[in-house]
Structure formats: structure tokens, C-alpha cells
């Protein structure tokens, strides 16, 4: 029988099917084998679960053995050819199992007549989860094809097991860590300052997503009745709700949707979660008091627990307490959604950006420090308007549905509890708002100065949901595709089959135009929540971009080979972050030979020519700026870290953000070195961050033969008029202005003039 393809095996919403529909962690795993062994046409198919304590391997799910050996057979880390794959952290295929060294028999497995032999580590960052097995009587049964798409499907198992554990571990209700106390928060009408991370205007009722009193316990206060048939009813129709957000995520936003909602599902099928809640019913408690009594019960647990992973599950659980009560009242509740309401939390993961994004939240008040960095932009992508504020700003001990808040996130304000007057005045506003974004845009497909001069304006990209806007207001390529986020968002490495269907996408999205693929930028304030994080006293200058990539060699192999893959019959731009001297791009480019060499080995259609740049950041790359030039193929300047870097100041450090001016001397004296290098070598230069749009700087950077412009989509048509308006040769003379000037109060003045005709 011919084997299924990769497709088929990885499929997220296969997996989240099988999972909704599973009794708990075993059942969904038993049900895992079976679909697998299907598949892949293999006559045996195990999941064997590490025990940490032990440190032993526990055959938990298969399909093939001896049914018996499930929950009893136990492997030593290392031992046999299973526990070798998880000590080695690889994978291993053996073409006859029994004439391996690391074979093990053991007695009444029957595993010696099978001779395919194929196992992949399950992998949670670096922590060892377990392995997944499939064997066959075939000897050399499998294939790379197989290896991959097993490895696929390890990574999706990974998440959900491990939040399993997380509720194993709750059981054990360890003591909590002693708690500061929080500082009260002002009553009464009065304005908030924060910090924009997306702009927007929203109102609604606030949502406080760590208060112990929610929007749960108020649909809970109003029902009185109900039977257990009433309460099964409600939990089919919360298990089929998250199903169809899992699903409705799933098909908006396919780069970033691994299995968001399987936390919640995995809380639901508890027994100690809805099995508690059937007993207390049985005793003849009232359906409501029993959920609201179990999820408080939940909710005190996650909040105290001294896990920080658990303690992010809260709003979770808080989320089930809502929709099985809404559920119960059959129609007398609202349709449980975060409509009309304004998320206030302390330190939201990505993955709880999306959750809230899902279940139709107006904004988000984050509290904590700077901006950070992957939350702004991913709310950003989401259109999600977000404001950060360093304190608490709703009041102590009150319900926070009683509290009304405006999130201007224009201005960085949030108004709590405001007079009738001023909601009316934003009303008004919101309403313009609407009338001006129903017209339709009018963008020239190209741009073009007064005078004639082609300006390319292009797409920054960090989510496949962007790229409808992009399309729309017609953007000359990508110029940067910030691949980090589907790494950042997820609890899980996207495997290489995952990241080949994503940056197929972002080539898809404008055909006939240049498309630039960023290799993972991580570090700094951009960190992977399954990858272990190093202490670093300034992470900005420490292990991120190149730097992380090389010194991960397994992460940047896999991502460069799915760049080639989807890069295949077309042309292909792979650009490095923060290069910081030309053996650093030598080595990128090696990494990238080595796995052209591999693919033609494989048979894997890919491209073998790609064009490989650099992203010009720091200072040494600016001094090298000539040797870049002849290097690579092209060069893109991020302005905003090489803005910092420059000048040395944190950029997501509210104390000196007057101290981080674009215009400094320094800043515009470097962006005209690497223009004059590339425009020297004939090859291009682009700039993307927030410069691209600036409508003080844009006249420079044409002016200084920056003639690509990278940028959120959005900005395209204001930059476009502001280009439009202006002559080439005005822009020329503005920059050469510009650039003899020695202080930053003389530009100052000289911006406030203009570029003149």
C-alpha cells in the first residue's frame, strides 16, 4: 500500500481533531498510534512518555505489540534503540532492528519480528518529553520522507503533553511562594499614560485577566437550576466551541496556529476539573454552584502555584468557567467572547495574544516595563490596539466589568470610568474613523517622485494574515518577513515540513515582485518560551540573531533548508540579522551551501542559487559597509537597532527614549555610507523600521540613495504622498544639507524647514 503524504501526517487541525474527541492525554495518544500507523502503512506505532524522576522511558500509547506491555514496559535513558534516540537527542532508522547494537529484546513484546525500525525524540525545546516509535516487518520500510513527517508530528505532540503534565503536576498542590502585595490602584475618573506598542481607539467594559471575580462568576450568581443531563450538554458544546476556534485559528492565521486551545481542552477532560464536577452533581449540589465552585478552586490553584507556566493557565481556566456556564444557561448568557471588553494582564505570551485576538477582545492594557518587542509587533499584525503601563490601573478589590475604559492607543492614554461628555467626543471620532476607512485608498501600484524617480515602497511582513493588506494597498514585495514569529508565538520549534508551507505563503503573496526571508531573530527581547534562557546581564548585545543561529546549528539548518524548499522555481532572497563582520555572513553562506548539498542529495526540489544579505545594524557593519557590498547580494539597514547601537541607547527603555532620535549626525552619516557602498558594488539597499515611514526622514533616505523603502502596510500610502510631493533633486540637495550638519539642534531646524521644491 502506498504511504500518505508528509501533508496528511503533520496536519494541525487532524491532530486538534483527534484531541478534541480523545478521553484525556492516553486516549488522545492511543488514538495519536493509530492515525500515524494508518498513514505511514507501518505495522506498529508506540508513544513512550519520560519519567524525569526516573529517568526512564514509559511505553504510554501503541498500536502492533503486546497490549499488555502498555503502562508497564520501562526503558532506562539510553537503553535500547528507543531510549537512544531520546539520550541522543536524534533520530534513529535502522534498516534491520535486530542487527543493530543498541537492539533489546525483551520478553513477551513480540517486537523481534519487526525489522523497519523508525524513532524521533519528542522534544519540548530541550526538554526530553519522550520518543515516537513505528516499526514494520519490511526490513529499510522507511524513508527521509518518513523521518520527516514523524518528526512533524513529535513536535505537535509536544505541547499538548507537556501541558498535561503541567496539570499532573498541579495535583500535587505544591506550596506557593510567598506573594508581594499589590500596590492599589486610583478610583474614580481620571487618565492613565502608558506606552503605544499598536495603535487604535477602543472602548469597553475592562477584563481583568488575574482578578479572582470575572465575568464567569457573574453568569454563575444568575443561574440556579440545572440537571446532569444539562451539565453533559454543556460540555459538548464547550469542547465543540473550542474545536471551532481551534479551527477558525487555524485557517486565518495557518503559520502560528499549532494547537493554541489544546491547554484548555486538556483542563476540561481532567477528571479532577469536569470528573469533580459530576461527582458534586451526583451528590445532588446544583450544576452552577459546582462549576463555579471547582473553577474557583482551579483558579486559586494556578494563581498560587510557584510553576510560572501554570500560573499563565488562569485566564484559561477562567475561560472554561465562562463557557460552561454559558453553555448551562442555554441562551439566558451572553455567547461567551471577549467582545466589548478590554483585557488588563501582567506578562501575556504570545499564544494568549492570539487566544484573545480569537475570542474577539476590543484591546489589551499590558502591565509591565518597556515594550516588548515580539508582543507589539504580533498585536500589531493582529490589529489589536495595545497600551503598556509600568502600574496597576484598576481599582483593588473591585469587579473590573465595573470599570469602563477608552484605550486611546494613538496617544498612549487609557481613560477609566470617563464623564459621558468625553465617551461621546471618541464616539464621534471612531465614527469618522470608520467613514474615512470605508473609502477606498487610492495607491498608485508604482511611486514616483515629482521629477520621475522610481521609489520602490515594500511590505514589512511578520504574519500570513498581514498579506491581504499588503496586497491591497499594493506593495513592490516584501522586504522583510520577520520569520521569528511563528517560533515566538508557539510553545514548540515549527518543524521544517511547518516552516516549508509558511514561507511558501509569504512567496505566494506578490507574485512578480521581490520577497526577502529573514532568518530567526531572536534574543534580546525577543525569546523562545520552550528554549532556555541564558542569563545575560544586556541580552541586547548578547546571544541573538547570527549569533543564536550559528551556535544552533540544528534550528538554522532546518529553517535555511525550508527557505530553499519553498524557494524552489522561484526566486529566492535570504537575508541575516545583525551580521556583525563578514566572517559571520562567510559562515551564514556555508550553512547555506551545506544544505543545498544535502537537498540535491535527498532529491528535494529546492533553489540552489539563492540571493544572500545582510541587515546592516551595528556599527562594525557600517564601517564594513564596502566589504558587505561586494560579499553579499544585497544589503537591508534595520534603522532601528542600528539607531541603538549607534547611539547606545536601549530603545525599550522609557527612561532615555528622548535620547533615541533617528536624525542624530552619527545616524544619517552611516545610512549614507552604506547607500554610497552598495550604490558603489551596484547592488541594492533597502531600509525597514520605523524610519521608512517617517515623514521627517523619508526626503533624506531618497535623498541619500535609499531608493527601497520597507515598512507595515499600512504606512505605504501616507509615504507614498509624502514622495509624490516631492522632486528627486530637492531631496538630493536636502540630504547633502543635512549631512554637513554637526549637532543635533541644527538638523533639528533644518527638518522643520522641509526638503523644499
Same mark, same amino acid.
Given at each position: 500500500?502506498?504511504?500518505?503524504?508528509?501533508?496528511?501526517?503533520?496536519?494541525?487541525?487532524?491532530?486538534?481533531?483527534?484531541?478534541?474527541?480523545?478521553?484525556?492525554?492516553?486516549?488522545?495518544?492511543?488514538?495519536?498510534?493509530?492515525v500515524?500507523?494508518?498513514?505511514?502503512?507501518?505495522?506498529?506505532?508506540?508513544?513512550?512518555?519520560?519519567?524525569?524522576?526516573?529517568?526512564?522511558?514509559?511505553?504510554?500509547?501503541?498500536?502492533?505489540?503486546?497490549?499488555?506491555?502498555v503502562?508497564?514496559?520501562?526503558?532506562?535513558?539510553g537503553?535500547?534503540?528507543?531510549?537512544r534516540?531520546?539520550?541522543?537527542?536524534?533520530?534513529?532508522?535502522?534498516?534491520?532492528?535486530?542487527?543493530?547494537?543498541?537492539?533489546?529484546?525483551?520478553?513477551?513484546?513480540?517486537?523481534?519480528?519487526?525489522?523497519?525500525?523508525?524513532?524521533?525524540?519528542?522534544?519540548?525545546?530541550?526538554?526530553?518529553?519522550?520518543?515516537?516509535?513505528?516499526?514494520?516487518?519490511?526490513?529499510?520500510?522507511?524513508?527521509d520522507?518518513?523521518? +520527516?513527517? #514523524?518528526? $512533524?508530528?513529535? %513536535?505537535?505532540l *509536544?505541547?499538548t !503533553?507537556?501541558? =498535561?503534565?503541567? @496539570?499532573?503536576?498541579?495535583?500535587?498542590?505544591?506550596?506557593?511562594?510567598?506573594?508581594?502585595?499589590?500596590?492599589?490602584?486610583?478610583?474614580?475618573?481620571?487618565?492613565?499614560?502608558?506606552?503605544?506598542?499598536?495603535?487604535?481607539?477602543?472602548?469597553?467594559r475592562?477584563?481583568?485577566?488575574?482578578?479572582?471575580?470575572?465575568?464567569w462568576?457573574?453568569?454563575?450568581?444568575?443561574?440556579?437550576?440545572?440537571?446532569?443531563?444539562?451539565?453533559?450538554?454543556?460540555?459538548?458544546?464547550?469542547?465543540?466551541?473550542?474545536a471551532?476556534?481551534? +479551527?477558525? #485559528?487555524? $485557517?486565518?492565521? %495557518?503559520?502560528? *496556529?499549532?494547537? !493554541?486551545?489544546? =491547554?484548555?481542552? @486538556?483542563?476540561?477532560?481532567?477528571?479532577q476539573?469536569?470528573?469533580?464536577?459530576?461527582?458534586?452533581?451526583?451528590?445532588?449540589?446544583?450544576?452552577?454552584?459546582?462549576?463555579?465552585?471547582?473553577?474557583?478552586?482551579?483558579?486559586?490553584?494556578?494563581?498560587k502555584?510557584?510553576?510560572?507556566?501554570?500560573?499563565?493557565?488562569?485566564l484559561?481556566?477562567?475561560?472554561?468557567?465562562?463557557?460552561?456556564?454559558?453553555?448551562?444557561?442555554?441562551?439566558?448568557?451572553?455567547?461567551?467572547?471577549?467582545?466589548?471588553?478590554?483585557?488588563?494582564?501582567?506578562d #501575556?505570551?504570545?499564544?494568549d495574544?492570539?487566544?484573545?485576538?480569537?475570542?474577539?477582545?476590543?484591546?489589551?492594557?499590558?502591565?509591565?516595563?518597556?515594550?516588548?518587542?515580539?508582543?507589539?509587533?504580533?498585536?500589531?499584525?493582529?490589529?489589536?490596539?495595545?497600551v503598556?503601563?509600568?502600574?496597576?490601573?484598576?481599582p483593588?478589590?473591585?469587579?473590573?466589568?465595573?470599570t469602563?475604559?477608552?484605550?486611546d492607543?494613538?496617544?498612549?492614554?487609557?481613560?477609566?470610568?470617563p464623564?459621558?461628555?468625553?465617551?461621546?467626543?471618541?464616539?464621534a471620532?471612531?465614527?469618522?474613523?470608520?467613514?474615512?476607512?470605508?473609502?477606498?485608498?487610492?495607491?498608485?501600484?508604482?511611486?514616483?517622485?515629482?521629477?520621475?524617480?522610481?521609489?520602490?515602497?515594500?511590505?514589512?511582513?511578520?504574519?500570513l494574515?498581514?498579506?491581504?493588506?499588503?496586497?491591497?494597498?499594493?506593495?513592490?514585495?516584501?522586504?522583510?518577513?520577520?520569520?521569528?514569529?511563528?517560533?515566538?508565538?508557539?510553545?514548540?520549534?515549527?518543524?521544517?515540513?511547518?516552516?516549508?508551507?509558511?514561507?511558501?505563503?509569504?512567496?505566494?503573496a506578490?507574485?512578480?515582485?521581490?520577497?526577502?526571508?529573514r532568518?530567526?531573530?531572536?534574543?534580546?527581547?525577543?525569546?523562545?518560551?520552550?528554549?532556555?534562557a541564558?542569563e545575560?546581564?544586556?541580552?541586547?548585545?548578547?546571544?541573538?540573531?547570527?549569533?543564536?543561529?550559528?551556535?544552533?546549528?540544528?534550528?538554522?539548518?532546518?529553517?535555511?533548508?525550508?527557505?530553499?524548499?519553498?524557494?524552489?522555481?522561484?526566486?529566492?532572497?535570504?537575508?541575516?540579522?545583525?551580521?556583525s563582520?563578514?566572517?559571520?555572513?562567510?559562515?551564514?553562506?556555508?550553512?547555506?551551501?551545506?544544505?543545498?548539498?544535502?537537498?540535491?542529495?535527498?532529491?528535494?526540489?529546492?533553489?540552489?542559487?539563492?540571493?544572500?544579505?545582510?541587515?546592516?545594524?551595528?556599527?562594525s557593519?557600517?564601517?564594513?559597509?564596502?566589504?558587505?557590498?561586494?560579499?553579499?547580494?544585497?544589503?537591508?539597514?534595520?534603522?532601528?537597532?542600528?539607531?541603538?547601537?549607534?547611539?547606545?541607547?536601549?530603545?525599550?527603555n522609557?527612561?532615555?527614549?528622548?535620547l533615541f532620535?533617528?536624525?542624530?549626525?552619527?545616524?544619517?552619516?552611516?545610512?549614507?555610507?552604506?547607500?554610497?557602498?552598495a550604490?558603489?558594488?551596484?547592488k541594492?539597499?533597502?531600509?525597514?523600521?520605523?524610519?521608512?515611514?517617517?515623514?521627517r526622514?523619508?526626503p533624506?533616505l531618497?535623498?541619500?540613495g535609499?531608493?527601497?523603502?520597507?515598512?507595515?502596510?499600512?504606512?505605504?500610502?501616507?509615504?507614498?504622498?509624502?514622495?509624490?510631493?516631492?522632486?528627486?533633486?530637492?531631496?538630493?540637495?536636502?540630504?547633502?544639507?543635512?549631512?554637513?550638519?554637526?549637532?543635533?539642534?541644527?538638523?533639528?531646524?533644518?527638518?522643520?524647514?522641509?526638503?523644499?521644491?
Amino acid at each position: 500500500m502506498k504511504k500518505d503524504s508528509v501533508e496528511l501526517i503533520c496536519s494541525v487541525s487532524e491532530l486538534a481533531g483527534l484531541f478534541q474527541s480523545g478521553a484525556g492525554l492516553e486516549g488522545f495518544l492511543q488514538k495519536v498510534v493509530s492515525v500515524v500507523a494508518w498513514h505511514m502503512k507501518a505495522a506498529v506505532c508506540s508513544v513512550y512518555l519520560y519519567d524525569e524522576s526516573t529517568q526512564e522511558l514509559v511505553l504510554t500509547a501503541n498500536q502492533g505489540l503486546n497490549p499488555a506491555a502498555v503502562g508497564k514496559l520501562r526503558l532506562k535513558l539510553g537503553e535500547g534503540m528507543t531510549g537512544r534516540a531520546l539520550l541522543e537527542l536524534r533520530t534513529i532508522r535502522e534498516a534491520r532492528a535486530t542487527e543493530s547494537p543498541y537492539f533489546k529484546y525483551v520478553a513477551g513484546l513480540n517486537e523481534e519480528r519487526y525489522q523497519g525500525f523508525l524513532a524521533v525524540p519528542i522534544l519540548h525545546g530541550s526538554r526530553r518529553v519522550g520518543v515516537l516509535v513505528v516499526q514494520d516487518p519490511q526490513p529499510d520500510y522507511f524513508d527521509d520522507n518518513d523521518a +520527516r513527517a #514523524l518528526r $512533524a508530528i513529535a %513536535t505537535q505532540l *509536544a505541547s499538548t !503533553i507537556e501541558s =498535561a503534565r503541567l @496539570l499532573m503536576s498541579l495535583h500535587k498542590r505544591e506550596e506557593p511562594p510567598p506573594t508581594p502585595a499589590p500596590q492599589p490602584a486610583r478610583n474614580g475618573s481620571h487618565l492613565v499614560k502608558g506606552t503605544t506598542a499598536c495603535r487604535g481607539i477602543v472602548m469597553g467594559r475592562a477584563l481583568d485577566a488575574t482578578a479572582a471575580s470575572d465575568q464567569w462568576l457573574e453568569i454563575a450568581g444568575t443561574l440556579t437550576d440545572g440537571t446532569e443531563d444539562d451539565f453533559h450538554e454543556a460540555l459538548k458544546k464547550t469542547e465543540a466551541q473550542l474545536a471551532e476556534l481551534q +479551527r477558525q #485559528l487555524g $485557517a486565518l492565521m %495557518t503559520d502560528v *496556529a499549532a494547537l !493554541i486551545f489544546d =491547554a484548555h481542552v @486538556l483542563i476540561l477532560k481532567d477528571e479532577q476539573f469536569s470528573g469533580q464536577m459530576l461527582i458534586r452533581i451526583r451528590k445532588g449540589q446544583p450544576p452552577p454552584q459546582v462549576i463555579r465552585d471547582v473553577v474557583q478552586e482551579y483558579v486559586d490553584l494556578f494563581s498560587k502555584s510557584p510553576n510560572a507556566a501554570l500560573r499563565e493557565k488562569v485566564l484559561d481556566v477562567k475561560d472554561l468557567g465562562l463557557r460552561l456556564l454559558a453553555n448551562l444557561s442555554r441562551g439566558r448568557a451572553e455567547t461567551v467572547d471577549y467582545h466589548g471588553r478590554i483585557v488588563v494582564a501582567k506578562d #501575556l505570551l504570545p499564544s494568549d495574544i492570539l487566544k484573545l485576538a480569537a475570542q474577539k477582545a476590543e484591546g489589551l492594557v499590558l502591565i509591565g516595563g518597556g515594550t516588548t518587542a515580539h508582543i507589539s509587533v504580533l498585536a500589531r499584525s493582529l490589529k489589536l490596539p495595545l497600551v503598556i503601563v509600568s502600574e496597576p490601573i484598576l481599582p483593588e478589590g473591585a469587579d473590573s466589568g465595573d470599570t469602563f475604559l477608552i484605550l486611546d492607543a494613538d496617544q498612549g492614554n487609557i481613560l477609566i470610568n470617563p464623564h459621558q461628555d468625553v465617551v461621546a467626543h471618541y464616539q464621534a471620532m471612531m465614527r469618522d474613523r470608520r467613514d474615512v476607512a470605508e473609502a477606498e485608498i487610492v495607491v498608485h501600484p508604482t511611486t514616483l517622485t515629482r521629477d520621475g524617480q522610481r521609489i520602490r515602497l515594500m511590505a514589512n511582513i511578520n504574519l500570513l494574515s498581514e498579506i491581504p493588506l499588503a496586497q491591497r494597498l499594493k506593495a513592490e514585495g516584501v522586504g522583510l518577513y520577520r520569520s521569528e514569529f511563528p517560533f515566538i508565538v508557539r510553545n514548540d520549534i515549527p518543524t521544517e515540513e511547518e516552516q516549508v508551507r509558511i514561507y511558501s505563503g509569504v512567496l505566494d503573496a506578490l507574485p512578480g515582485y521581490e520577497t526577502i526571508l529573514r532568518t530567526l531573530d531572536v534574543g534580546g527581547d525577543k525569546i523562545l518560551a520552550y528554549y532556555p534562557a541564558s542569563e545575560e546581564s544586556n541580552p541586547f548585545m548578547g546571544l541573538r540573531a547570527i549569533r543564536f543561529l550559528l551556535r544552533n546549528p540544528d534550528i538554522f539548518t532546518q529553517q535555511v533548508r525550508a527557505m530553499l524548499r519553498a524557494g524552489a522555481d522561484r526566486p529566492l532572497h535570504i537575508m541575516f540579522p545583525l551580521v556583525s563582520s563578514v566572517d559571520d555572513f562567510i559562515q551564514a553562506r556555508e550553512v547555506v551551501a551545506h544544505c543545498i548539498h544535502a537537498l540535491a542529495n535527498e532529491g528535494l526540489p529546492h533553489n540552489s542559487a539563492p540571493s544572500l544579505g545582510i541587515m546592516v545594524e551595528v556599527p562594525s557593519a557600517v564601517e564594513l559597509a564596502r566589504e558587505f557590498a561586494r560579499e553579499t547580494d544585497f544589503l537591508c539597514i534595520g534603522s532601528n537597532d542600528l539607531i541603538q547601537y549607534t547611539l547606545a541607547v536601549d530603545r525599550t527603555n522609557a527612561k532615555i527614549a528622548d535620547l533615541f532620535v533617528p536624525y542624530h549626525p552619527a545616524v544619517l552619516r552611516a545610512l549614507k555610507k552604506v547607500a554610497d557602498a552598495a550604490i558603489a558594488a551596484d547592488k541594492p539597499v533597502s531600509l525597514c523600521g520605523d524610519m521608512a515611514s517617517d515623514e521627517r526622514m523619508v526626503p533624506f533616505l531618497v535623498g541619500a540613495g535609499i531608493h527601497r523603502l520597507s515598512m507595515e502596510s499600512s504606512r505605504i500610502p501616507p509615504t507614498q504622498q509624502i514622495i509624490e510631493r516631492m522632486s528627486y533633486g530637492a531631496a538630493c540637495r536636502f540630504a547633502a544639507e543635512l549631512l554637513e550638519l554637526p549637532t543635533l539642534k541644527a538638523v533639528e531646524r533644518r527638518l522643520k524647514e522641509g526638503v523644499g521644491a
